[in-house]
Each structure stands twice: as C-alpha cells, then as structure tokens.
T-cell receptor
C-alpha cells in the first residue's frame, strides 16, 4: 500500500538537544512538506521541498532544518534554537501543486 | 495574503442531526478549496475538494460547494453519526507557491 510514514509516533527532547523526525513516502510524489500543529490552531508550514536537493522556508522555519537527499524522504530536525518545540508535527506530500496527503504525525514533547 | 476563517467550535450534535460548518476565505486568483478531517491522535485525511467556482465536492455523505460570489466553502452533512466526531479543517491552495492555508479547525462531537 502506498502512503506516508512518520516515525517515531512520540519523541522526547531534552534541553539543548537536537532531534530528528522521519518522514518517508512511497507515493512517488515530488513535493513534500512539514507542518506544525498546536492545540486549537490550524497547521503552520515549516518547510517544503518541490524537488530533490531543494527546499524553501515556510512561515515558521526558525529553529528547524531539513534535507531532501532522496525523493522518498524529507527528515525534519528540531534544533536547540527552537525554544517552544512541543507540538504535533505533520508531514505531507503531493504531486506538484496538487492535493496534499498527510502522514500520521509525530508528537514531540520536552522533558 | 490568503486566509481562511471557519466557525469556531466546539459543535455538539445528536446522531442523525444536520451538520453545517461554515468556511469563508480570502485569496487572490482562483484557489482550490479543501476540507480535511482529523480523528483523535491521527494525521489529516482529505475529505473533499473543489478546484473551481460552482464545483461541489462530496465524500462519505459530506458535501461542500465552491461559492466564488460569497467566497465560501461550507461543509454539510444531512445525518451525522457518532463516528463523524473529529476536527474538521478548511484549507485553500493559492496556486503557484505550493502552500496550503488552513483555518483553525472545528471540533465536532456527535452524541448517540
């Protein structure tokens, strides 16, 4: 079955630590996205990538970094510079500008 | 810039009641419009979409019509079920920048 997988489901970060969230898709989509969701809020775009080896900042990129070395994979690193990282992180993918499909999400908690 | 405004929840209904969740938008050009649903602890699932004015999207008994004259895309269902309890997000794609703009979501609870 084609789809988007995110791991882990839950992730704990200590102060000053970088953590990496995984996102993999086997839909052969060229574009991938990372969103952050906070309680009672809509989703906010962190980064997106239209093609391999290229990515653009979204609305809230500060404190985050990404890479896109393979079409299937778009990992997100939450750096120690992100002072309020507790949130639900959602990865999505699409064919070009068409409909975005979402993964199951990773919940990041700070210890 | 683009924006989406949807009715604030929570919305609580009895099973078999009629559902309307209002959504209005501001956008330049001719956006595509979407409704996504999020069940507790899960990611978003596409519920329906419409890509041009007067299009009606439909899925699982839900419907929404793209109304350019009123810049609206209201979600409706004639008879809700307990299993429809979830958060519903209205969103638009403004075109060339790949970016989806979301409303804040509406929590729907359906009681038996």
């Amino acid at each position: 079955d084609g789809g988007i997988t995110q791991s882990p489901k839950y992730l704990f970060r200590k102060e000053g630590q970088n953590v990496t969230l995984s996102c993999e898709q086997n839909l052969n989509h060229d574009a991938m996205y990372w969103y952050r969701q906070d309680p009672g809020q809509g989703l906010r775009l962190i980064y997106y990538s239209q093609i391999v080896n290229d990515f653009q900042k979204g609305d809230i990129a500060e404190g985050y970094s990404v890479s896109r070395e393979k079409k299937e994979s778009f990992p997100l690193t939450v750096t120690s510079a992100q002072k309020n990282p507790t949130a639900f992180y959602l990865c999505a993918s699409s064919i070009g500008e068409q409909t975005q499909y979402f993964g199951p999400g990773t919940r990041l908690l700070v210890l | 810039g683009n924006s989406v405004t949807q009715m604030e929840g929570p919305v609580t209904l009895s099973e078999e009641a009629f559902l309307t969740i209002n959504c209005t938008y501001t956008a330049t050009g001719y956006p595509s419009l979407f409704w996504y649903v999020q069940y507790p602890g899960e990611g978003l699932q596409l519920l329906l979409k419409a890509t041009k004015a007067d299009d009606k999207g439909s899925n699982k008994g839900f419907e929404a019509t793209y109304r350019k004259e009123t810049t609206s895309f209201h979600l409706e269902k004639g008879s809700v079920q307990v299993s429809d309890s979830a958060v519903y997000f209205c969103a638009l794609n403004g075109g060339s920048n790949y970016k989806l703009t979301f409303g804040k979501g509406t929590l729907l609870t359906v009681n038996p």
